[in-house]
């Protein structure tokens, strides 16, 4: 019986790290869309990434099956999600928000020119929040400590958003809205997003992780993932915006209703 139970557990853990291996792959083919450029290839990339969350998302439900990762699983999926949600977004938001910005109809080109170099800075950012989340969720512990310097994550909330959300925003917006940026004025608008996206991933603000199910019951879970996605099959531009979008409100909402009633949960 042992025996068996140990080769389940291998089992389990070579499905994880395929799946992992298959977020890697779209984090790949992300970069390389993006580094072609056309609006049709931009718009692929962002949805590479999209598979990349899918793909991160089954990992940590099959990782669960055997009660948490293995210690290789775990530093596999954090090295893919860095090139996946970090490399992938960062390298995307950067090509579509900035690189086609026309400085020379400018009615200021020398501020558009800092513009791009702002916007550049700002991708960067959003790589090196990225992964320093990474790294700090990777050695907080899974339940509360005394130590109010130490944020801890509960199976109900991450401490900061997570990077996966963060990637998503970004894949959202460019899948939502397709024609890179050009206007110099949107491009600092699209660099002052990816810098908040930067500081929310490394902020002590709670982002909802979803683990513990509470859908109301298995068959109405189903009904409910089946409608989503028929919707994202059907109208995935607005609905993988909304998605997106909607939660990253929840956890800037959730922090303001904290501060305003005095509430630490």
């Not at 790294?135 to 997570?162: E, Q, S, W």
């Amino acid at each position: 019986m042992e025996e068996q139970n140990h080769e389940l557990q291998r089992g389990v853990d070579l499905l994880s790290s395929l799946l992992t291996v298959g977020n890697l792959f779209f984090g790949y083919i992300s970069i390389l869309s993006s580094a072609r450029g056309t609006p049709a290839d931009l718009d692929f990339a962002a949805k590479a990434i999209g598979w990349a969350v899918l793909f991160d998302t089954l990992d940590g439900r099959v990782a669960r099956l055997r009660k948490g990762a293995s210690p290789f699983g775990k530093e596999l999926d954090s090295l893919a999600d860095v090139i996946s949600f970090g490399i992938a977004p960062a390298f995307l938001a950067l090509v579509w928000g900035l690189r086609g910005v026309r400085v020379e109809a400018a009615a200021n080109p020398e501020l558009a020119m800092h513009i791009y170099q702002a916007g550049w800075i700002a991708c960067f950012c959003f790589l090196i929040c990225g992964a320093w989340r990474l790294a700090r969720f990777n050695i907080l512990p899974a339940t509360p400590t005394p130590d109010p310097g130490v944020h801890a994550h509960t199976h109900r909330d991450f401490i900061g958003m997570p990077i996966p959300a963060g990637a998503a925003v970004i894949a959202a917006i460019v899948h939502a809205f397709g024609d890179p940026l050009y206007d110099w004025r949107w491009a600092a608008a699209w660099t002052g997003l990816v810098l908040v996206l930067a500081a929310l991933m490394v902020s002590p603000i709670r982002y909802p992780s979803f683990k513990g199910g509470g859908l109301g019951g298995r068959h109405r879970s189903l009904i409910g993932i089946a409608a989503l996605i028929a919707l994202i099959w059907f109208y995935s531009r607005p609905v993988l915006l909304v998605m997106a979008g909607g939660y990253l409100l929840i956890g800037l909402v959730g922090a303001v209703r904290r501060r305003l009633t005095g509430s630490h949960t």
